[in-house]
C-alpha cells in the first residue's frame, strides 16, 4: 500500500473513532498512544515515526480541508509548501545569472549576489544556504526552461520532449538502408601521402536487420566515398534497397569536407546517382541522432573493436592513451603502435562485423542476431541488378567543356583523338574513382564519344633528356601524332573549302548585265579652290622649263662683269618681247 493510501486510512479510522466518542479528548489521547505503540496502521508508524497529538490534529485537519484528498498529505518540502524566503529582487537577480549558457554554477550565483549587495547595489536578508536551497529547488520545478536556457534546444530536444516511438519490425531487409559518417579514433595510413592520419568510416546499415551492408574508409574529401559504400552494400546483397536515409547536415558534411563544407549539398551531388537506380532518398534533420539508428552502432563499434587497434586516440580528450600523453617515453615504447593500412583496416572491420557484431544477439531483434536476420531474408526478384549494368549507373557524371589539351578531372588530363571534332562543346563524363586510367565521355544527348585516357607529361625540355630511349620515344610519338593530326585537319579543312567553291561556282547562276547605277555617287562637298595669279605663274614656268631643250654643248665662257652678286644678270627685255617668249602675245 502506498503512502497516500495509509494516510487515509489513518485518518477515515480517527474520524469513526471521533464520531462514536463521547469524550473527544479521551479519544485524542488514545489514539495519539495506539498510533505511537505501532497499533494503530503500524505500516504508516514504521514510515513515519512517532508523532505528537498535535501532528496527528493537523493531518485530519489536513484531510477534511482538501475535501479527504488523500494526496495532499504526502510529506512535502516547506519550500513547496510555504516557499522559501527569498525576496523577489533575489530571486530575478539569481535567474538572470543562472539562465544563460555560460552554465554559472549555483554557487557562484549567489556568492555574486552577496558581493553586489555588499556593494550596496541591492538588499540581500536571505542567507546563502536559502538561496542556494531555493535556487536547487527552482531548477527541479521548471526543468524545461533551465535546460532550454542552460543547454539549448538540442538538449530539450533530446531529454525534455518526447521521441516518437517506432515499431521496427513493421520493416523488411531492404526496405530502409541508413549511412552516416563516423570519425575513427585510430590512425591509418594515408594512401596518397604516406602519413598516418584518423579517417572518416562511411557506414551503410540495414534498418530492418541492423547489419552493416556496406563501408568505406574516406581520406579525401569527395561525395563518392558515400557511393562507394554503397555499391559496395549493393554487391554484398546482390540487390537495390527501396529508400536510402542520409544525414545533409552540417555535422556529416564537415566531415567528409573539411574545407569549404558549406559549398556541397549531398541532396544535390547525389541526385544523379539514386534516382538512377530506382532508389529513393530521404534526408534526416540536422542533430537528430535519435532519428538515426546507426549511431548507436557507431558506439558500440568504438567500444568493441577501435579500442583494441594499436593506433587508438581516445574517443575524447579525457580518454586520450597513455602513449601520447606529453613527455610518456616508457608508454610510448612499450606499447608502439604500428598504424594499419587501408586494406589491412577493411578487412579488420569486415571481420568485426562479420563474426562478431554480426552473430551477436541484439536486443532491438528481440535476441536474434543481424546477420541471421539479414541473411535469411528473400531478395526481391524486381529489386536484383546486375554487376555490369551497376557499375556503369554507379559512375559519376561530370559536365566538362572540351579544350585542345584535353578534360581535366582531379588535376589529372584525359585525351583522345576523338575529342578533337567536339573542341568547344559540353560533354558529360563519367569515372570511377577507384580506378582514374580512363573516363567514358558522352555528349549532351548522351551519345557515346569516346574511353578517353590520361594523359601522361612530357620532359619539359627533350634535349636533357636524350640518353633516356624511353622518354624520347614518347616525346617523339606524341609530337608526330599532334603533327599529323594537324595535316589531317588542314588536309580536310582544304578539300571542305575546295569542294565549296565547285559547289558555288557549280550552281551559282550568272548575274545579268546592269546599267550603271549612280545611286551612291554623289559630288564632293568641298570643290576645288580657284588659283591664285602666284600659283598661275608657277605653273606657267614649269612647262616653259619642260620645253628648254636640254643643252649638249660645254657652257661658254661668262664674262666676270656679267655676275653680279654671284648670280647670272639676265638680258634686258621689254614686258612685250617677255610675253610673246612665254607664248602669250
Known sequence: ??????????????????????????????????????????????????????????????????????FSLIHKS?????????????????????????????????????????MGALESPSSIPTMVRWCNDWEKNNKAVWTQARLGSKAVAEDIVKTIHRDNS???????????????????????????????????????????????LAFTEDSQHIQLAFRNGFLNWGALPKYVYLDNGKAFRSKLFNEKWQEHDLSSDLAGIFP????????????????????RFFKTFQEQFERFISTFRGASIADKPATLMRNEKWARKMYEGNPP?????????GFYVRYMYGENPHGGLNGRKPFEVFSSAIIPEDRKIETNKLNFLMMSAVRKTLRNNGIMLNK??????????????????????????WIAVYDLQDNFLCQAEVRRAQDPFIHLSMDNPISHAEFTKEYKAIKRHQRQIATRTKMVVKNSQDVVHRLLKPLPALESNPTFEQAPILTQPKRETEDLMQKLEQQVIKQIPIQTEEPKHVDIPTLIDGEIKPKQKSFDEMLKFIGIK
Open 412 to 437: 589529372l588530363t584525359y585525351w583522345d583523338t576523338a575529342l578533337m571534332e567536339h573542341i568547344g562543346k559540353e560533354v558529360v563524363i563519367r569515372y570511377d574513382l577507384s580506378d582514374l586510367r
Open 276 to 295: 538512377r537506380l530506382g532508389i529513393q532518398v530521404a534526408f534526416a534533420e540536422s542533430y537528430n541522432a535519435k532519428a538515426k539508428i546507426i549511431e
Open 170 to 216: 513493421l520493416l523488411n531487409v531492404g526496405d530502409v538502408w541508413v549511412a552516416d559518417g563516423h570519425t575513427l579514433a585510430f590512425d591509418i595510413i594515408n594512401p596518397k601521402t604516406g602519413k598516418a592520419q584518423r579517417m572518416t568510416m562511411i557506414m551503410v546499415m540495414d534498418w530492418a536487420s541492423r547489419y552493416p551492408v556496406g563501408a568505406s
Open 341 to 349: 593500412t587501408i586494406q589491412e583496416a577493411m578487412q579488420m572491420i
Open 1 to 70: 500500500m502506498g503512502e497516500a493510501q495509509l494516510y487515509a486510512q489513518f485518518c477515515e479510522t480517527v474520524l469513526e473513532r471521533l464520531e462514536e466518542s463521547e469524550a473527544r479528548l479521551d479519544t485524542w489521547n488514545t489514539i495519539a498512544v495506539e498510533y505511537n505503540s505501532g497499533n494503530l496502521v503500524p505500516e504508516l508508524y514504521k514510515m513515519k515515526g512517532n508523532r505528537t497529538e498535535r501532528s496527528l490534529r493537523k493531518w485530519i485537519d489536513l484531510y477534511l480541508e482538501t475535501n479527504r484528498n488523500m
Open 78 to 118: 516547506r519550500s513547496q509548501n510555504k516557499g522559501r524566503k527569498v525576496t523577489y529582487l533575489e530571486q530575478h537577480f539569481l535567474l538572470k545569472m543562472l539562465l544563460t549558457p555560460q552554465k554559472v554554477k549555483i554557487y557562484t550565483a549567489v556568492t555574486t549576489l552577496k558581493a553586489y549587495a555588499r
